[in-house]
């Protein structure tokens, strides 16, 4: 598939430790927020939303941090493994919009 | 993939030809979305819609416009291609605006 990691932020980890990805988003209105995880050659996949109402949620393996003070995002992956490998995007979307708008995105590559 | 086809898959098309791609799905959701990815941007939102006859304006709208006259059915089309316009062309699906979006396996068109 084609390559969207070119330019991108990486973040490398070894296999077991934890990750954490970071995001700086842009609209101070923004009332909901999501991580996805894309592979090579596939659509984003979502992992894990937040509202503003809370500052963190977890999954299973996954917490998502929220600080609307600095408008800053966070995913922590736990025990990061090989299949974690591909790139991160956080989106947000709220206000007067109705848009959903993607951050750059990070390139997570776990090395055994 | 959450019930979302995108047709064609590849796509090879002559500068100056019109183009038309569609999204279509079988979650009665009301959001669509059209979002193009080219390596160091990520994703790019270039057209909404939040219920039928109802779309909007993205990030990147120039060049391309979209329609949708019934819900499961959500068409991009480049007027007249150009060579900027080759990327990675991606469908995403969600039931409101505050509710997790699920993507296409996308449309990679090339223009030459």
């Known amino acids: 598939g084609e390559s969207v990691g070119l330019h991108l932020p990486t973040l490398s980890v070894q296999e077991g430790d934890n990750s954490i990805i970071n995001c700086a988003y842009s609209n101070s209105a923004s009332d909901y927020f999501i991580w996805y995880k894309q592979e090579s050659g596939k659509g984003p996949q979502f992992i894990i939303d937040i509202r503003s109402n809370m500052d963190k949620r977890q999954g299973q393996r996954v917490t998502v941090l929220l600080n609307k003070t600095v408008k800053h995002l966070s995913l922590q992956i736990a025990a990061t493994q090989p299949g974690d490998s591909a790139v991160y995007f956080c989106?947000?979307?709220?206000?007067?919009?109705?848009?959903?708008?993607f951050g750059t995105g990070t390139l997570l590559a776990v090395q055994p | 993939d959450a019930g979302i086809t995108q047709s064609p898959r590849h796509k090879v098309t002559e500068t100056g030809t019109p183009v038309t791609l569609r999204c279509h799905q079988t979650?009665?959701?009301?959001?669509m979305y059209w979002y193009r990815q080219d390596p160091g941007h990520g994703l790019r939102l270039i057209h909404y819609s939040y219920g039928v006859k109802d779309t909007d304006k993205g990030e990147v709208s120039d060049g391309y416009s979209v329609s949708r006259s019934k819900t499961e059915d959500f068409l991009l089309t480049l007027e007249s291609a150009t060579s900027s316009q080759t990327s990675v062309y991606f469908c995403?699906?969600?039931?409101?605006?505050?509710?997790?979006?699920?993507f296409g396996q996308g449309t990679r068109l090339t223009v030459v």
């Open positions: 989106a947000e979307t709220g206000g007067a919009t109705n848009k959903l708008i």
């Open positions: 995403a699906i969600s039931e409101g605006r505050d509710t997790e979006a699920f």
């Open positions: 979650e009665n959701h009301r959001y």
